[in-house]
């Protein structure tokens, strides 16, 4: 199966458009199916019951994004992770990424049919000297900057694990309705993630080295593409 699947990973086909993310997402299922890989149904869950987001969705659009099913492993929810998420992106919450990529990918369309919000301080100019003077990160300055907000914020860390160290730090401050927590990387990526996974904060966490921007912004998409028409 394996091999016939190679086969035609090399061949070209013609495809509509409008098509491709349908058919990329059949070809996900399939090799999910082949490697044995049996995602998660809430639907049976009585603690998430009336909640209409699925950790499916989610895990399959990273993988989408990535091509890198080692997702369906290491994409760790916390238990009110899918209800938090509902609750916050249905109450029109900011949404904080830690990068202008992140910020980039996010699906605005849909943020606008929730009456959410993306922000992302990182490029400020007042940060970049804070966190000169300071000797920090300017994630570090961004995350504590989002004290000063007055509506509920789920995060959306890709890149940088000084975030997740910020914002796990200040968390009494901050109250953070939900922590995106991908970063990618070698240095404090792992222990910042689990700093977050240890922390009673509700959180969508990347187990590992893996993630990225791309990642963090996939995950925002996947859960609002499941409160919306898009």
Same mark, same amino acid.
């Given at each position: 199966?394996?091999?016939?699947?190679?086969? &035609?990973?090399?061949?070209?086909?013609?495809?509509?458009?409008?098509?491709?993310?349908?058919? !990329?997402?059949?070809?996900?299922?399939?090799?999910?199916?082949?490697?044995?890989?049996?995602?998660?149904?809430?639907? !049976?869950?009585?603690?998430?019951?009336?909640?209409?987001?699925?950790?499916?969705?989610?895990?399959?659009?990273?993988?989408?994004?990535?091509?890198?099913?080692?997702?369906?492993?290491?994409?760790?929810?916390?238990?009110?992770?899918?209800?938090?998420?509902?609750?916050?992106?249905?109450?029109?919450?900011?949404?904080?990424?830690?990068?202008?990529?992140?910020?980039?990918?996010?699906?605005?369309?849909?943020?606008?049919?929730?009456?959410?919000?993306?922000?992302?301080?990182?490029?400020?100019?007042?940060?970049?000297?804070?966190?000169?003077?300071?000797?920090?990160?300017?994630?570090?300055?961004? &995350?504590?900057?989002?004290?000063?907000?007055?509506?509920?914020?789920?995060?959306?860390?890709?890149?940088?694990?000084?975030?997740?160290?910020?914002?796990?730090?200040?968390?009494?401050?901050?109250?953070?309705?939900?922590?995106?927590?991908?970063?990618?990387?070698?240095?404090?990526?792992?222990?910042?993630?689990?700093?977050?996974?240890? !922390?009673?904060?509700?959180?969508?966490?990347?187990?590992?080295?893996?993630?990225? !921007?791309?990642?963090?912004?996939?995950?925002?998409?996947?859960?609002?593409?499941?409160?919306?028409?898009?």
């Amino acid at each position: 199966m394996m091999e016939r699947k190679e086969q &035609m990973d090399r061949e070209l086909i013609y495809i509509k458009p409008d098509e491709i993310e349908t058919k !990329s997402f059949k070809i996900i299922d399939e090799e999910l199916a082949m490697r044995g890989i049996v995602l998660p149904l809430e639907a !049976s869950d009585k603690a998430h019951d009336g909640c209409r987001i699925r950790r499916a969705p989610v895990i399959k659009r990273v993988i989408h994004t990535t091509a890198d099913f080692d997702y369906a492993d290491n994409l760790l929810f916390s238990d009110d992770a899918l209800i938090r998420a509902e609750k916050l992106l249905m109450s029109g919450c900011v949404i904080v990424t830690d990068t202008n990529m992140a910020y980039a990918g996010i699906n605005k369309k849909a943020l606008d049919k929730l009456g959410a919000e993306c922000i992302c301080y990182m490029a400020d100019e007042d940060v970049a000297r804070e966190a000169a003077v300071r000797g920090v990160t300017r994630a570090t300055v961004s &995350m504590e900057r989002t004290i000063e907000l007055d509506r509920p914020v789920i995060y959306a860390v890709g890149n940088a694990p000084t975030a997740l160290v910020s914002i796990y730090e200040n968390r009494l401050k901050l109250r953070p309705g939900l922590v995106i927590g991908v970063p990618v990387g070698f240095v404090n990526v792992v222990a910042a993630k689990e700093l977050i996974i240890s !922390s009673d904060i509700p959180y969508i966490v990347a187990r590992g080295r893996k993630g990225g !921007s791309n990642v963090a912004a996939a995950i925002v998409n996947a859960l609002m593409y499941q409160l919306t028409d898009r």
